[in-house]
Each structure stands twice: as structure tokens, then as C-alpha cells.
């Protein structure tokens, strides 16, 4: 190039003017190829990343901490892929430079793999959730089938723990109130004991109070 001041050949990378001294501008162009290599070794990353994650996903203990690992830098690379994905764009559209068909068909790759992630996920968060659904369903119907007997209201004494009381009625009791240190449960009583609601109050697990009406 030459300098804007004396018109001097100067070296396309000079900061000032040989000849005047004048502080030159630089007009080197962000190229294409030179973001190439920056988005070669994101790709790389992503790419190993995605393996690692998918070899991993079901894994436990150790193979859960590399998963979750795996799963950050792979999240990371491809956020990085995407902006450089758009910044090679914006600059190969700037700088009327044809963008390669490989660098096109990995990008899908890429987004196909980010939509497919995003959709099993949510499947498996819905199918998790009904899962759950279900097994709250039986605990609760388990639940109402274990009553509570007159003699087993007398044989649960003060002292004991939750599992022990839990033992003798044969079935888990209602949680209706609970704070950071009780616990109160109810029980259904047997149609045949004469009582109308058993009550029951632990304390860090402790059986304190227990009452029938
Ligand atoms: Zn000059």
C-alpha cells in the first residue's frame, strides 16, 4: 500500500510511515480462510464433544462427571461454532467470497444435532414427568389401602420412628402438615374401629404425639 500523507510504498502491514512517520491505517481485510482455521478447531471440539456426550449419556458415576463435562464443553464449542458460523457468513457475503459446500453441510449437521438434542430432551423430560405421575398414582392408591386398626392405634408408641409405626398400621400415612423439625401424617381408620381420624406427629422422624378422634 501506500502512505496517505507522503505516497510512499509502505509495507502492507506497517502500523507507521517509514518515509513521514505518518500513522498508517490499517486496511488489511479480515479474510475468509484466516476464521477457517479458528472454526477448524471449534469444529474439532464440537465434534469429539458430541461423541464423548453420546457415549456417555447413560452412563453413572464416573462416566456421568465425563458426560457432564463433555456436555459443557460441547454446549460451549458449538455456541462459539454458531457466532463464528455467522461471522464467516456476514464476512464471505461482505467480501463476495463463496462460502465452501462443506462448511455448509456441517453447519447442518450441527443445528440438526442441536434440534434433535432439543426435542429428545423434551421428550424425555415428558415421558420422565409421566413416569413420576405414575408412581405418585400407586403410592397414593397403596397408600389408601392400608387402615388403620383400633389395636394397632394402641400398639404404635410414642418413641418409635416413622418406619417402625409405618410397620405396624402396614401402609405409609398421609403427609398433611410438615416444617423443618415435625412431621404430622393421618391415617384412615378401619370402618370397623370406631374412630374417625388417627393423627400423628413426628419429630425428626420420631413419633411425639399421635391421636384419634
Ligand atoms: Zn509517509
Not at 28 to 48: A, E, G, P, R, T
Not at 101 to 127: E, H, M, R, S, V
Not at 197 to 209: C, D, K, R
Amino acid at each position: 500500500m501506500f502512505c496517505s500523507k507522503c505516497g510512499k510504498e509502505v509495507n502492507d502491514n506497517a502500523a507507521y510511515c517509514r518515509n513521514c512517520g505518518n500513522k498508517l491505517k490499517n486496511t488489511k481485510k479480515y479474510d475468509f480462510k484466516s476464521w477457517m482455521k479458528n472454526f477448524k478447531i471449534v469444529l474439532i471440539i464440537s465434534i469429539i464433544g458430541m461423541i464423548i456426550t453420546a457415549l456417555t449419556s447413560s452412563g453413572t458415576g464416573f462416566i456421568n462427571v465425563i458426560w457432564q463435562i463433555s456436555r459443557i464443553v460441547t454446549i460451549l464449542a458449538i455456541s462459539i461454532d454458531i457466532i463464528l458460523f455467522l461471522v464467516c457468513t456476514v464476512i464471505s457475503i461482505k467480501n463476495k467470497e463463496k462460502v465452501p459446500i462443506w462448511f455448509t453441510i456441517i453447519q447442518g449437521i450441527i443445528l440438526a444435532f442441536i434440534i434433535i438434542n432439543a426435542i429428545a430432551g423434551y421428550i424425555d423430560k415428558k415421558q420422565k414427568e409421566r413416569i413420576e405421575e405414575n408412581i405418585k398414582n400407586y403410592n397414593y392408591q397403596t397408600k389408601n389401602s392400608s387402615y388403620i386398626t383400633l389395636d394397632e392405634f394402641n400398639e404404635v408408641q410414642i418413641g418409635m420412628t416413622y418406619d417402625e409405626v409405618v410397620e405396624i398400621i402396614g401402609g405409609e400415612g398421609d403427609l398433611i402438615v410438615q416444617d423443618a423439625y415435625t412431621q404430622t401424617y393421618s391415617w384412615e381408620p378401619a370402618s370397623s374401629s370406631d374412630m374417625y381420624s388417627v393423627t400423628m406427629t413426628f419429630n425428626n422422624g420420631i413419633l411425639s404425639s399421635k391421636m384419634k378422634i
